[in-house]
């Protein structure tokens, strides 16, 4: 007798993982189903899970594929119950493929290929899945395909690009239902659009996506000033090139989005990790006094693979805004170039009433990354890359020992952003209170006088 077994969430039961199950249960002769618990899916950062155990159980159970159902409840469980319950083969989704090759040393390890078209009308309706939609200029994902895993509700289903051939491999690659160039037809059936694509096209591309009523994700800065489309070589070498913000394009698109009655967010995940949202409540608390400097430094390259400066400042300027607030009176930039002309280190200060933001943007030098808040009567720490705030510490005036504060993080941040996002949309809500429109236009004020002062 051929025994297999598989897990999984199966939360908000549908055709897909009937699938793998009907398709892990042709592999054998009798099929364990490990479900797992609410416990592990928050250790293992599943969020939004909406079914309880129990009716995930009965959910599995009643496909009648499984001979038996257990719970996996910790890390490592699925090496125990291999061996507990003489396993041949483990049968797990394509999307995990060499995660799991180590067990192959106790019984075969088979990756299924993802199931298409599992959105269906039906499902949509019934406002169970919602269906995702990438538009790029190349094969990176930034994530969104797995992250959007650890979401329950949602599935990335299609790719469009320009070049046929780089959507036909992101679709290969990632396994999506389908992929295209006629970006009409591709918004038809999808419910959430992320653009990912090319600075110069990013507003079109949102517009567009707005008035078709869809909730949209989009790479920053979201907009370009017209002026800059008429110099191509600007876009040459936009890893250490500074491009400037159209906020009035910006504030026409947050205006769109709530005339359609959906939500319009900027890829700054840093402002939905728990972690930064304690820091800024303690930070307005004063749990260190009154703020009078934060200081920010990132090495470029550090930041999730070397993204353009724009994207890069972005993040900083974000915490400095949710920090210290909207209401600047000044900003000065201090950039040093090569003698390419292009942008090598930058140190950027942001004056407030009371307190004084200084950035520090290394392109193509080495820059120690830190986030660093110093109040009256003390400092908080956020070392190493503080734009994946998992951790801080404080050091308080009149206590002897460093207080740590320590929050669940995984993956890229990404997740979290999905996960407030299927919440705006549950709440029909048009505006996102993590960022709200007016911070976002202040950073697009920021973003355009660092560029001109440049």
């Not at 390419?340 to 990354?369: C, Q, S, W």
């Not at 503080?386 to 320590?406: C, D, H, I, M, P």
Request: negative net charge.
């Amino acid at each position: 007798m051929k025994r297999v077994i598989t897990y999984g969430t199966f939360d908000l039961f549908h055709q897909g993982h009937y699938n793998i199950l009907k398709r892990a249960r042709e592999l054998g002769d009798y099929l364990i189903v490990g479900v797992t618990s609410e416990s592990y899916d928050i250790e293992r950062g599943k969020l939004n899970v909406q079914d309880s155990l129990l009716k995930r159980i009965e959910n599995v159970r009643k496909t009648g594929f499984a001979d038996e159902i257990i719970v996996e409840e910790y890390q490592g469980q699925k090496l125990s119950d291999i061996t507990k319950y003489n396993i041949d083969l483990l049968v797990v989704g394509s999307d995990w493929r060499g995660k799991f090759d180590y067990l192959k040393n106790y019984c075969q390890v088979v990756y299924l290929e993802r199931t298409k078209n599992i959105s269906s009308t039906k499902l949509r309706s019934e406002g169970t899945i919602f269906s995702v939609g990438i538009v790029t200029d190349d094969t990176e994902d930034n994530g969104m395909v797995m992250e959007s895993k650890f979401v329950s509700g949602l599935h990335v289903e299609s790719v469009y690009s320009e070049d046929i051939f780089v959507a036909r491999e992101f679709c290969d690659r990632y396994e999506l239902d389908s992929y295209g160039t006629d970006y009409e037809r591709f918004l038809g059936g999808l419910d959430i659009i992320y653009i990912k694509s090319a600075q110069k096209n990013r507003a079109d591309y949102i517009r567009r996506a707005l008035e078709r009523g869809k909730y949209v994700i989009s790479d920053t800065p979201m907009t370009l000033n017209p002026e800059e489309y008429i110099d191509s070589c600007k876009f040459q070498a936009l890893s250490n090139s500074k491009i400037i913000v159209n906020k009035e394009e910006m504030e026409e698109l947050f205006a769109l989005a709530k005339e359609h009655r959906v939500v319009l967010v900027e890829k700054l995940t840093l402002v939905y990790l728990r972690a930064f949202t304690q820091l800024v409540w303690l930070t307005h608390g004063a749990l260190v006094g009154d703020v009078v400097a934060v200081k920010c430094a990132v090495s470029q390259d550090d930041f999730e693979g070397g993204k353009n400066f724009n994207e890069t400042v972005s993040q900083a300027l974000c915490a400095c805004i949710k920090l210290l607030g909207k209401d600047y009176l000044e900003v000065n930039t201090n950039a040093v170039k090569g003698s390419d002309g292009e942008f090598i280190y930058d140190m950027i200060t942001v004056k407030y009433p009371r307190a004084l933001a200084t950035i520090e943007i290394g392109t193509t030098v080495d820059v120690e990354n830190e986030l660093v808040i110093i109040g009256s009567k003390g400092r908080i720490t956020v070392p190493n890359d503080w734009w994946n705030t998992g951790y801080f510490e404080a050091k308080v005036e009149g206590q002897e020992f460093l207080k740590r504060y320590s929050f669940n993080f995984e993956g890229n941040g990404l997740r979290y952003l999905l996960q407030e996002l299927m919440i705006m949309i549950r709440d029909r809500r048009t505006e996102c209170t993590r960022f709200f429109y007016e911070e976002s236009e202040t950073l697009a004020e920021l973003l355009k006088t660092i560029d001109q002062r440049g």
